[in-house]
């Protein structure tokens, strides 16, 4: 009788003939989760994926998967052989430790038998362990309809038998729906919108833009540590760091400053777009939400938008500020994203910034900017950081 880790996959299930490509990815994924920990070997068994491992580096293990989209439960079970005598004491067992752990008073046992060879079904096999629980543990009850617990019972090649399902993020083995550039800013928002497409199954690189040395080099490092925070989820983060302090100074000699904001913005995606073709990435990523701020509104949306024809994704558009914090305190971005260094966009920005923009007085106001020079010159001096 040996402990493993069992893992539930949800929607990757439901992929038809891509469900072995889902898979491997998500097995690939799983194995870079648990790299530096000691394990024997992770292997498929009619529809959930397995774990072996040292016994004292199990939960270890739990808690690295847990991060890993696109699983849907982990649970720690007890693997025997098909034979009911040795289901019956793992079960036993498993239900001693349910008890020493918390009070519990009513269960229900559920049997699932992938491997139709077995000679008794489900209910029966269910009926005679939960007779075999309640003769050895007096305090013991059977609910069916809201038990205390469940014990689950997995007839496959082996006999697995668990109790609690711990939930994952579920979402998509990242790799799977190709590659985002995400617009990291040091805010709160944007990590969260990588998180969130990460958990759609994209890679993700990301591109920040700085005034150095208007802004500090302590802000370049905070989004480094940004990016660090997203890769245990996302896998190493290529991220691109561009400087657009000469933009800005030529914006500013040169347009109304109301104006300067949703100029700059229009600049992020240009070079953003030019990195991402490029690199063969497929989409924009940002952190906008609906109304948040004056560039946020759907003119000014509609307004960044018209600069580029590469795809920006905006995954956080409907979600109120009070939901977007609640994620990233999950993530544990948050502490990181309010500490108080400048960010590019406070320099030069307006008092009054434009909340309508019309794309025709935008677009008249760029006419006397060499853009294509200033991009160039921006993306010929990037730095490129590798972080994992
Ligand atoms: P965040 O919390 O992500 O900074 P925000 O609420 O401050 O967002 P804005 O500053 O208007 O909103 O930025 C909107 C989006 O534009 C950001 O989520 C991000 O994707 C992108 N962005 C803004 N500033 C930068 C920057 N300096 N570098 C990279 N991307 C940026
Ligand atoms: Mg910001």
Do not use: W
């Amino acid at each position: 009788m040996e402990k493993v880790i069992s893992v539930s996959i949800g929607e990757i299930a439901l992929k038809g003939l891509n469900r072995k490509y889902f898979e491997d990815q998500l097995i690939s994924r799983m194995k870079r989760a648990i790299d530096e920990i000691q394990y024997n070997k992770i292997y498929k068994e009619q529809g959930k994926i397995y774990i072996e491992a040292p016994e004292e580096n199990l939960d270890l293990i739990i808690n690295r998967l847990k991060k890993v989209f696109g699983l849907v439960y982990i649970s720690l079970c007890y693997r025997v052989e098909k034979d009911m005598e040795k289901i019956e004491l793992a079960s036993l067992e498993m239900v001693k430790e349910k008890l020493t752990e918390t009070p519990v008073k009513t269960f229900k046992v559920e049997t699932s038998r992938a491997d139709k060879s077995f000679p008794i079904k489900s209910p029966e096999i269910s009926s005679h362990i939960g007779g075999v629980i309640l003769k050895n543990f007096e305090e013991l009850t059977v609910d069916v309809h809201n038990p205390n617990f469940y014990l689950y019972i997995d007839i496959k090649k082996n006999a697995y038998i668990y109790i609690d399902r711990i939930e994952g993020y579920r979402g998509m083995p990242v790799g799977t729906n190709g590659h985002g550039l995400l617009l990291l800013s040091g805010g709160i928002d944007s990590p969260v919108a990588g998180f969130m497409m990460a958990k759609r199954g994209m890679n993700i690189s990301g591109v920040h833009f700085h005034s150095y040395p208007f802004t500090s080099e302590r802000a370049e490092e905070k989004v480094k540590d940004l990016a660090r925070k997203l890769s245990i989820y996302t896998g190493n983060i290529k991220l691109y760091s561009v400087n657009i302090l000469d933009i800005q100074k030529e914006l500013n000699k040169k347009c109304p400053e109301k104006e300067m904001t949703i100029l700059s913005r229009r600049f992020m995606v240009r070079i953003a777009e030019e990195i991402a073709l490029s690199n063969g990435l497929d989409a924009l990523i940002t952190g906008e939400s609906l109304g948040q701020v004056a560039s946020q509104t759907i003119e000014g949306i509609s307004v960044v938008n018209s600069a580029v024809s590469i795809p920006i994704l905006r995954p956080l558009i409907g979600l109120d500020k009070i939901d977007i914090i609640d994620i990233s305190k999950d993530i544990d971005t948050y502490q990181l994203s309010i500490l108080p260094y400048d960010d590019c966009c406070t320099l030069f920005s307006p008092k009054h910034p434009v909340t309508k923009p019309k794309l025709i007085d935008i677009e008249s106001s760029e006419k006397n900017i060499d853009i294509d020079s200033l991009i160039k010159n921006a993306i010929d001096n990037m730095k490129i950081y590798n972080i994992n």
